[in-house]
DNA sequence: TTGTATGCGTTATCAG
DNA sequence: CTGATAACGCATACAA
């Protein structure tokens, strides 16, 4: 692999002129950057990053920490933050904690031992004091989904408290009455406060919130719901605290023989647009991923860039998705 | 930031003790390294990856460069590629190129600058040459989903060729006899396959195979289909490209007011997990999408670890998944 | 406009 | 078992 050396070599010049081609082009006369390009080209020369970051103290590299890649709330999340971060030459380092502060934390170590110059983070459920050697070093974090207890960092999440409280408000609408909001993590910020929405318009509505609250992916969904239905607490409508907790109360009450919705209904977050396009089913408060992501990524530039000033909170509107899933037959009759 | 030096001085030791530490933590005597391991944990003392790499010549970093991370095709490859990634400590960096050949040699420059230790790319469209600088450094490459053009690398692709075929066979079975492939672009190895096995078993049945080729997203899913159907020329049935691209055809269909599949059938490559799991809708040649990831990774470890024999093709099985949308009318009645 | 010396943080090599 | 020194590839500061 050829470095600076064998370029300068090749070029007749000096490593200076080599470098500065790439740094300050402007001051090389016509004819030697010429005999620079051209050395680089025969060399197929491209400058080592890890030698370069080394003298500069920065990577141009963020780091994107997410709980499920596999979650199509997450993947937009990372189309938008992509998005961004190429336009201003940053590299994203990807790391899945599939939901475990143990992986978690391991990433956290390997982005520092990267020297990453920025953290977008959706944190696993836990104690996650870990993520403070990150925040200690001054390295720009931006809390993404979920805030973090005792972490005072920008953060962009959807409005979820309003989403859960209109989905309530909808399904009560409905008719409902007995109504229980299943899966999510207990002491995530994401699940608290789709709770909270929950909880408000239920007792607004004079009816007692049921909780359930598990993990966020399909199976936890199916366990819940076979459980409610052995102990035979099945409410009549539920409110899943994911997409993917929503499609496994779907196909746990398909396993038992329940019709959705008019055995019992069924409404969640997080969109899940590809299936929605081929079968506009469930009823969703949809989270604005996208710009979650472009958000987040133009927040960690700012800090990138210096800006140190208080931390930011932009909570982002959610939209509430009426579909067939949450319809009460009585109301479907009419 | 502190370095390995104020960790020596913490610990009153020299530099090398504290890298030993690391590496070779049994030569060290147990108070030694116990010394070197407070000082370590008062100072949150992290070693500097690049200032390593630069020494090692390695950096535990793998390339991933997809062409669409929103697709759950391709999530489900990361997935699976991170999974195994993580397993030995490797590390990735995510590059989505949008489909577009730019962003790809983008891309490539910048992992070669950052010497990553080897790459996994579904490539884009059109003349990837540029790969070329990649695989002439002696970074080892595989191959995912898309064979490329002059690249002797290792491959991990579904065999899309008997999915295509199959997919074609079972609506031919069905009765259909005008069958069109749309979608896709000319020139890319997982389009041609799939046509190839589409040809052949039309051509087999004695029909005349039509292909309209277009992109991957359901954007080029709606426009044929439109098209198709302003020129009059809608078949009776549609083998789609991909996923993205079956779903803007049934968006398209839908806003044309006809059904699917009582008025024309419908077929693609790629399930859609989460949607067949809502509404087992689409029929589909489903391709092994986290083994291809888990594959990609291994055959990639092997290489990194020195493996230096003749390139492998992993083709692995696809599976025909009929649903709805492909069964025939009449078929139906029966 | 171009070149020289020096250092970024770490480890290989060789001594002790 | 531990330490001194040089070197990895590049860019900054200063000269020429």
Not at 5 to 24: I, W
Not at 244 to 250: D, E, I, K, T
């Amino acid at each position: 692999m050829s470095t600076i050396l064998d370029v300068a070599q090749q070029a007749g010049v000096s490593a200076m002129t080599v470098s500065r081609y790439f740094n300050q082009p402007e001051r090389l006369a016509p004819a030697t950057y010429e005999r620079v390009r051209t050395a680089i080209e025969q060399l197929q020369y491209v400058p080592n990053a890890a030698a370069r970051s080394l003298i500069s103290g920065r990577t141009k590299t963020v780091a994107l920490i997410l709980t499920d890649i596999t979650n199509p709330f997450y993947t937009t999340i990372v189309r938008g933050v992509e998005d961004i971060a190429q336009q201003h030459d940053y590299t994203l380092i990807l790391g899945n904690t599939d939901e475990k502060l143990e992986k978690e934390r391991c990433y956290i170590d390997i982005m520092i031992s990267r020297r990453v110059d920025g953290v977008i983070i959706a944190s696993a459920p836990g104690n996650n004091h870990y993520l403070q050697r990150v925040f200690r070093r001054g390295i720009p974090v931006v809390l993404i989904d979920r805030t973090v207890k005792d972490i005072d960092a920008d953060v962009v999440r959807g409005d979820i408290y309003t989403g859960g409280k209109r989905l309530t408000e909808h399904l009560v609408n409905q008719g409902f009455q007995d109504i229980a909001l299943i899966g999510g993590f207990t002491g995530v910020s994401s699940l608290e406060e789709r709770q909270a929405g929950f909880r408000f318009a239920m007792e607004a509505a004079g009816l007692t919130p049921k909780v359930h609250p598990g993990r966020t992916d399909q199976l936890s969904g199916e366990e819940i719901t076979e459980r409610l239905w052995k102990e035979g607490k099945l409410p009549e409508a539920i409110v899943a605290a994911n997409n993917h907790v929503a499609v496994g109360a779907l196909v746990a009450l398909r396993r038992l023989g329940l019709r959705v919705p008019e055995d019992i209904a069924l409404a969640t977050f997080d969109d899940i647009e590809s299936a929605a396009a081929i079968y506009p089913f469930l009823t969703v408060a949809a989270q604005p991923a996208y710009d979650m992501g472009t958000q987040a990524m133009e927040l960690l530039l700012d800090r990138m860039q210096g800006y140190a000033g208080p931390s930011r909170n932009r909570l982002l509107p959610t939209e509430l998705i009426i579909r067939r899933s949450s319809i009460a037959p009585t109301v479907v009759a009419h």
